[in-house]
């Protein structure tokens, strides 16, 4: 089992997101501040700005949502999954890009988290 926590600017949007476009099923959420989500093995914990991840460290900078590391989360049909995801009027930062492994796209969540979406050759 993997567990990643996420950042997140708001917890019952990112559930949705997740819940609705990648078949995440909440396991625990408290209040506005935190949600347990999973998927296979993978255990996301989305943290609010009301939690203790987000507040501020020693010397002063702020943890955020963002940046480029990112969970990868295989699909079987990628194709459908970013055409259904676009249909909703999610954006992506790329297009669908294919390699020696398979193909792959990112797409942010609700708070700016990047998603590899990946489907295997």
Excluded: C, K
């Amino acid at each position: 089992m993997a567990v990643v926590r996420y950042l997140v600017d708001d917890v019952e949007r990112a559930i949705a997101f997740y819940t609705q476009f990648l078949g995440f099923t909440l396991i625990e959420q408290m209040g506005p501040a935190f949600a347990h989500i999973a998927t296979h093995d993978l255990h996301l914990w989305l943290s609010g700005p009301q939690t203790s991840a987000a507040r501020p460290m020693p010397d002063g900078r702020q943890p955020h949502a963002g940046g480029w590391n990112r969970i990868v989360i295989e699909v079987t049909d990628i194709a459908t999954t970013v055409a259904t995801m676009r249909a909703a009027g999610i954006v992506f930062r790329n297009d669908m890009i294919s390699g020696p492994g398979g193909t792959q796209i990112l797409v942010d969540d609700p708070a700016g988290n990047p998603i590899e979406l990946f489907q295997e050759r």
